[in-house]
């Protein structure tokens, strides 16, 4: 499985991004996928997740009310959409995907593949 992830740039706060994750192999619609993110000096955090068939969403208190996690089983793809962005949003933004599918994991050793990084930027 591959995950590719695109979307990130340079944004002013107070702005929106919307992050893709493009998967290729594999069953995406069976897999349990989130996005987690990285600041500079930081370890990874999780972000958000969704359930295989989207009923189930979670996100880590920081970006509830801003962030929308959803994904397109359709096109194989997951999307983050990000609004009322902060500077303290800024990090590389990864997904990744649970072969498991079992409901939303919020840990990084739940997931099994993961995607390459996506830079997203929030300037002050």
């Known amino acids: 499985v591959q995950l590719q992830a695109s979307g990130g740039g340079l944004v002013q706060a107070g702005g929106s991004l919307r992050l893709s994750c493009r998967a290729s192999?594999?069953?995406?619609?069976?897999?349990?996928v989130g996005w987690f993110r990285q600041a500079p000096g930081k370890e990874r955090e999780f972000v958000a997740a969704?359930?295989?068939?989207?009923?189930?969403?979670g996100y880590v208190d920081s970006v509830k009310g801003r962030f929308t996690i959803s994904r397109d089983n359709a096109k194989n793809t997951l999307y983050l959409q990000m609004n009322t962005l902060k500077p303290e949003d800024t990090a590389v933004y990864y997904c990744?995907?649970?072969?498991?599918?079992?409901?939303?994991?919020?840990?990084?050793?739940?997931?099994?593949?993961w995607g390459q990084g996506t830079l997203v930027t929030v300037s002050s």
């Open positions: 192999g594999g069953t995406f619609y069976s897999y349990a």
């Open positions: 969704i359930s295989w068939n989207g009923g189930s969403t």
């Open positions: 990744a995907a649970d072969r498991y599918g079992v409901g939303v994991p919020r840990s990084e050793n739940d997931y099994d593949y």
